[in-house]
């Protein structure tokens, strides 16, 4: 009863202080006025996301849609504004006199500048903020960046994001991981799409390749590097991925574009957007149709019977194509809120790898729905998702089929070969975040989260095979962040999120910065963040006895015991549990001169309870054979008929510590020349480990050293050209996960992009040649067959030239050069 008495006491005084602090603003707006107004640029076209913060103080906004601004609370007095977006040259504007009780007109238009130097971003604190202020390391892409592009190659410009491990897997597929422990199915980094969680809830994997939403309606492309759980929640343990698209008020208009290339690249896709009703209404239109044939090469299976014939891969269609699209109508309102319902789907084809082979993706399916309201204070959104694996297939295990049973069609191998998956997400959020002026203009954000995932795999692998039921499963997440003034110069970010998932234990994740602003766009900071990855279905729900000879892939549930012939236990494995990485910063941004910006951080990360990839925890067929079993029901894990199995699973291998910097760098030789440089340095310093436990478990699968550098040159011969190249270095490491073994050869390449504005239709046309020189230190050959216990052979040696070729995923094609020449007009 004491206890109930004074967390009953603790909340009322809570509440006492927030109806105080709410209270304030009526007793103090007679002292104080506003500054609002609209921003445009130089055609006067209204800019959305532009900052506007007094001077002086850490009173702020941001525009909306129709470049529309305002700020209140502000103490009577004269003040300077300064207003500044990326892609805009930055504006002080002096001498604003502000009265008690009126709202004083600063409307501002913005010249457009051919490079720029820091910016705006949205991911670090979930609401815009000048890139300086951010309390973490983050790069964004803007949307002229993104025209510059060609087809839906937008994703290579994420070889120039500092701190991420970039893997070009083929003409159109590439991955990305930060901080280390990749695996063949990496999903350490939250991919979001217009705030929606972008996953496939069958598998945990980013839905990548699988957007609906084409380039031309891509407004930017952020990268958070590091742990993101304070905010973002599960899944956030490295980083976040964000995809945001084009306002239909902001971005009015058609676009068309049309590619194509080496490999038989082809890419045709459009956006229409445009108002109506007076502009109360919004609405927009995008598609896109994509077709390449990738690069290839051919894996070698085991045996289906010991001292067999090996399976070769067979009938492998190496023509992806796509295709993706999605509209949304918005309704504004007078009050800058706004209403927007919005849908996408796409369709793809292609390959993809896993940890114990390849599959066959034949009209592979991913759906979204979302309904969502935004206003200066209140975001609320639901929404839904879907994918369908389609026909998709197993090659490795077609390939043991096509032995296994010589006698049936090809028809059949397949079905008995099949992927079956559907998964479902359902999620809701509300988020409120707002200022008290009377304290210095602090910040509140506070919101939640409910998620609910239905997955299904058709009863064939996972372990509604075994409950003849859908696997259902739910999560909760409360967070909130308070951005404290604390001087002039000194400044305070504390967060903090609480997550429950239904199978695990809760989680909390905090976070706190504390930043330092001797002057304008120059910050200190030091930070400590705390994240957890929550396991996938795969992880505890994996149950697919046979998925080759002897072979099987089973989750972690319940946990094993491993035995040998005797009987005697020789390891315990736990079941599987979230992993914690609890990770502290060191950095600084800056611009310099209006030349020169560096974003520097330095980090240590401990991993706790880290989850291994798949990997092999037993072996019957040993000279010294062992046993898993069940720690649960104390039943063996056999084959499908009762036979011996060597099975993979994952498991929490043990504690893990990481120290590394990243760095970007960009410097303005002239207002059209950039230099640019990135550089990523890291170390696994220690790793704890289980004797009895398997040395592969502690995979690092991360190169120590990486870093590109590159130039940008715009607006050259009468402002109608722009060029840029790229060379990127990655140190070999070596890499395992599931039957994926072997040494990733060094190596680096050289890019080029050029672009030329045409006189007619507002059009350009731009060229992309990725991987024009490359240089790779060494080749992989495989050993027999693929096999955890196998890594493929690796014979070293330097090679450099045009078009040489080179490896950036184990057992995935060479990548060589791509060439692709593009066609857009904006109307």
Not at 658 to 664: A, E, H, N, S, V
Request: net charge positive; hydrophobic share 40%; proline share 5%.
């Amino acid at each position: 009863m004491t206890r109930s008495r004074s967390l009953f006491s603790t909340v009322v005084g809570m509440l006492s202080v927030l109806l105080l602090v709410a209270a304030a603003p009526s007793n103090a707006s007679a002292q104080t006025g506003r500054i609002s107004g609209t921003v445009t640029d130089s055609s006067h076209a209204v800019l959305a996301g532009t900052q506007v913060s007094v001077i002086g103080t850490r009173l702020n906004a941001v525009s909306d849609g129709s470049g529309h601004y305002s700020i209140g609370g502000i103490p009577a007095g004269t003040y300077d504004v300064r207003i500044q977006r990326i892609g805009q040259r930055a504006r002080v504007i002096s001498g604003v006199v502000v009265k008690a009780g009126e709202d004083t007109r600063v409307d501002a238009s913005l010249a457009t500048v051919p490079l720029s130097l820091g910016g705006m971003v949205v991911s670090a604190s979930r609401r815009a903020e000048k890139i300086t202020d951010a309390p973490a390391t983050i790069t964004r892409i803007d949307a002229a960046a993104i025209a510059n592009t060609v087809g839906n190659s937008f994703a290579p410009a994420l070889k120039e994001v500092k701190g991420i491990d970039f893997i070009q897997v083929g003409v159109t597929s590439v991955a990305i991981n930060a901080r280390g422990f990749n695996s063949a199915f990496n999903n350490r980094m939250l991919m979001m799409e217009d705030n929606r969680i972008a996953v496939l809830p069958e598998n945990g994997l980013p839905v990548g390749v699988f957007t609906p939403t084409a380039k031309v309606d891509l407004a930017g492309v952020e990268v958070l590097v590091g742990p993101g759980s304070a905010l973002y929640g599960p899944d956030a343990s490295n980083g976040v991925l964000t995809l945001g698209t084009k306002d239909p008020r902001e971005f009015p208009g058609t676009i068309l574009e049309a590619a194509g290339g080496a490999r038989s690249f082809v890419d045709v896709q459009g956006r229409q957007a445009g108002l109506f009703s007076g502009g109360s209404f919004g609405y927009k239109l995008s598609g896109e149709y994509q077709q390449a044939k990738d690069f290839e090469n051919k894996n070698i299976y085991a045996p289906i019977a010991t001292g067999g014939p090996v399976s070769p891969e067979l009938n492998a269609d190496w023509n992806t194509n796509v295709m993706r699209g999605s509209g949304a109508l918005v309704y504004y309102m007078p009050n800058l809120s706004r209403f927007e319902l919005n849908a996408g789907a796409s369709k793809s084809n292609g390959i993809g790898q896993t940890s114990v082979g390849r599959n066959q993706l034949v009209n592979w399916q991913y759906r979204e729905g979302q309904l969502k309201f935004t206003n200066p204070n209140w975001f609320a959104q639901a929404y839904a998702t879907q994918s369908l694996s389609g026909d998709t297939y197993q090659l490795n295990a077609y390939a043991q089929n096509r032995l296994r049973f010589p006698t049936l069609s090809e028809d059949s191998i397949k079905h008995l070969s099949d992927f079956p998956a559907e998964g479902r997400l359902m999620a809701a959020e509300i988020q409120n975040t707002f200022a008290v002026p009377q304290l210095n203009g602090l910040r509140l954000t506070y919101g939640g989260q409910y998620r609910h995932d239905i997955v299904s795999s058709k009863r064939q692998w996972l372990v509604d095979r075994n409950t003849g039921e859908d696997i259902t499963t739910s999560q909760k997440g409360v967070y909130g962040q308070a951005d404290i003034p604390l001087t002039d110069m000194f400044r305070a970010v504390f967060a903090a999120r609480y997550d429950k998932h239904e199978l695990f234990d809760g989680q909390f994740s905090p976070k706190a910065a504390l930043l330092f602003t001797p002057m304008v766009d120059q910050t200190f900071r030091v930070s400590y963040n705390r994240a957890f990855k929550s396991p996938t279905v795969l992880q505890y729900g994996f149950f697919f006895p046979d998925f080759a000879p002897l072979v099987g892939v089973f989750g972690n549930p319940n946990g094993y015991l491993i035995k040998n012939s005797a009987g005697t236990v020789v390891n315990t494995i736990a079941p599987i549990a979230p992993e914690t990485n609890t990770t502290w910063e060191l950095g600084y941004k800056g611009v310099l001169a209006d030349r020169l910006f560096i974003d520097i951080t330095g980090y240590r990360s401990n991993f706790k309870k880290f989850m291994s990839p798949l990997v092999i925890i037993a072996n019957p067929l040993l000279a010294t054979p062992t046993f898993a079993f069940d720690a649960k029901t104390g039943k063996q894990l056999t084959g499908s008929t009762g036979g011996i199995q060597i099975p993979l699973t994952y498991f929490n291998v043990g504690n893990a510590q990481i120290t590394g910097t990243d760095m970007g760098v960009k410097f303005l030789v002239t207002p059209t020349i950039a230099i640019n440089g990135t550089a990523s340095l890291q170390k696994l310093d220690t790793i704890e480990r289980k004797p009895s436990d398997p040395i592969e478990a502690t995979a690092f699968n991360s190169p120590t050293t990486k870093f590109n550098v590159g130039m940008d040159f715009a607006n050259l011969y009468n402002n109608q050209l722009h060029a840029g190249f790229t060379v990127r270095y990655v140190n070999g490491y070596q890499f395992l996960s599931g039957i994926n073994a072997g040494k990733i050869p060094t190596f680096s390449t050289f890019d080029f992009t050029a672009g030329y504005k045409l006189p007619l239709y507002n059009s350009s046309i731009n060229l992309s040649v990725q991987n024009l020189f490359a240089c790779r230190g060494g080749t992989n050959a495989i050993d027999g067959w693929l096999a955890a216990a196998k890594p493929l052979k690796y014979t070293a040696g330097q090679e450099c030239g045009l078009g040489k070729k080179h490896i950036e995923m184990i057992n995935m094609p060479e990548i060589g050069t791509m060439a692709f020449l593009g066609l857009r007009i904006d109307m």
